[in-house]
T-cell receptor, first 114, second 119 residues
Framework: DAGITQSPRHKVTETGTPVTLRCHQT?????MYWYRQDPGHGLRLIHY???????DKGEVSDGYSVSRSKTEDFLLTLESATSSQTSVYFC?????????????FGPGTRLTVL | AQTVTQSQPEMSVQEAETVTLSCTYD???????LFWYKQPPSRQMILVIR??????QNATENRFSVNFQKAAKSFSLKISDSQLGDAAMYFC????????????????FGKGTKLSVKP
């Protein structure tokens, strides 16, 4: 258990509404990531953070923004949700005894956009 | 750009038997890491095994072992003495080494292999 929680765990929303997903970690890890998982695509990187207020885009960042004002929290925002953003969202951190060479995941958030 | 390919969308194995899941990757880097993750129906992503590219010895974790062929860019997972609890989606993933400029530790995933275990 890498001490990662995600909230909410499930959410149903309507097209055009803003949505914020939260990732919280308890072990002061520097790197945090947001991925989305869709059938037939595996997991794809949305955004990542390498420190407080230090973030950058991943492979599928369009329509998403992130913020990290504290080490422990990494927020993913959908400014105006669309049906194509229906997915399972995973937060992850880098950890491990050998210099942050392993990645551990939160439990995931299932988001449905109607 | 690096890519990861899992060519077997679904596999099946009899309980107590051995099964091998395939993974190939494409990269021009020499320093990297490879991983296998298990995702059971609970949706949790569970790290199964890790392999460093600079290590020639294949990684093992109890009933799980890998066959790492660096020249062939192949990284297969062998599950021995399969158990019902091994039924899950399995993902192969690649990560660049920290020495590469711009590497931020993110993973590149294959599309997964769904493993069924028959009693």
């Amino acid at each position: 258990d890498a001490g990662i929680t995600q909230s909410p765990r499930h959410k149903v929303t309507e097209t055009g509404t803003p949505v914020t997903l939260r990732c919280h970690q308890t072990e002061n890890h520097r790197y945090m990531y947001w991925y989305r998982q869709d059938p037939g695509h595996g997991l794809r990187l949305i955004h990542y953070s390498y420190g407080v207020k230090d973030t950058d885009k991943g492979e599928v960042s369009d329509g998403y923004s992130v913020s990290r004002s504290k080490t422990e929290d990494f927020l993913l925002t959908l400014e105006s949700a669309t049906s194509s953003q229906t997915s399972v969202y995973f937060c992850a951190i880098n950890s491990g005894l050998a210099g942050e060479n392993e990645q551990f995941f939160g439990p995931g958030t299932r988001l449905t956009v109607l | 750009a690096q890519t990861v390919t899992q060519s077997q969308p679904e596999m099946s194995v009899q309980e107590a038997e051995t099964v091998t899941l395939s993974c190939t990757y494409d990269t021009s880097e020499s320093d990297y890491y490879l991983f296998w993750y298990k995702q059971p129906p609970s949706r949790q992503m569970i790290l199964v095994i890790r392999q460093e590219a600079y290590k020639q010895q294949n990684a093992t974790e109890n009933r799980f072992s890998v066959n790492f062929q660096k020249a062939a860019k192949s990284f297969s997972l062998k599950i021995s003495d399969s158990q019902l609890g091994d039924a899950a989606m399995y993902f192969c993933a690649y990560r660049s080494g920290w020495n590469y400029g711009g590497s931020q530790g993110n993973l590149i995933f294959g599309k997964g292999t769904k493993l069924s275990v028959k009693p």
